[in-house]
T-cell receptor
């Protein structure tokens, strides 16, 4: 079974600054997919960014980027130029390849952006 | 553009009562799933379905039943509610290519069992 660990229950960042949320995972799979999901106070979960394990290049989506370290089983999320709308719970998630449909989520990091 | 619709938004049950949480999507998604979210626990997969007539268990299936008679609907049934089932429940769907397609979530149902 896979496990996903988010070691930072809560974080805060000043508006316009950069923050990094950490995520580590444990798996014996060689091919898998990693995701960051955002849950704002409205409770609506939305996908922020995804990474395929066999791709060495780190994924980027506008102000959001990841640092994927496969050997270390680490998948951190960097948010640049933080905005008030980034205030949310952030969940790291793991999906094995090879036909699995079981997505495993971490416990989440509550991020507060301070004006 | 409805997306994933969950009803009800809130529900209070007494121990032993049964109820069905409804989930419907209008995106013709083959994959649908139910999660529960508890404080400090993240989201945990209860059941999922990869198409009409096909369901499978997730990480925490005990106490819940599902069925998938149509592509659009994926109801979650609690046969005999227990206080341990107090949680926020999310339904999510995506295309069958779950690796490349994002999960679309509903707004959740907050269930309290007394």
């Amino acid at each position: 079974a896979q496990t996903v660990t988010q070691s930072q229950p809560e974080m805060s960042v000043q508006e316009a600054e950069t923050v990094t949320l950490s995520c580590t995972y444990d798996t014996s799979e060689s091919n898998y997919y990693l995701f960051w999901y955002k849950q704002p106070p409205s409770r609506q979960m939305i996908l922020v960014i995804r990474q395929e394990a066999y791709k060495q290049q780190n994924a980027t989506e506008n102000r959001f980027s990841v640092n994927f370290q496969k050997a270390a089983k680490s998948f951190s999320l960097k948010i640049s130029d933080s905005q008030l709308g980034d205030t949310a719970m952030y969940f790291c998630a793991f999906l094995p390849g090879a036909g699995s449909y079981q997505l495993t989520f971490g416990k989440g990091t509550k991020l507060s952006v301070i004006p | 553009n409805a997306g994933v619709t969950q009803t009800p938004k809130f529900q209070v049950l007494k121990t032993g009562q049964s109820m069905t949480l409804q989930c419907a999507q209008d995106m013709n998604h083959e994959y649908m799933s139910w999660y529960r979210q508890d404080p400090g626990m993240g989201l945990r997969l209860i059941h999922y379905s990869v198409g009409a007539g096909i369901t499978d268990q997730g990480e925490v299936p005990n106490g819940y039943n599902v069925s998938r008679s149509t592509t659009e609907d994926f109801p979650l049934r609690l046969l005999s509610a227990a206080p341990s089932q107090t949680s926020v429940y999310f339904c999510a769907s995506s295309s069958s290519d779950v690796y490349n397609s994002p999960l679309h979530f509903g707004n959740g149902t907050r269930l309290t069992v007394t």
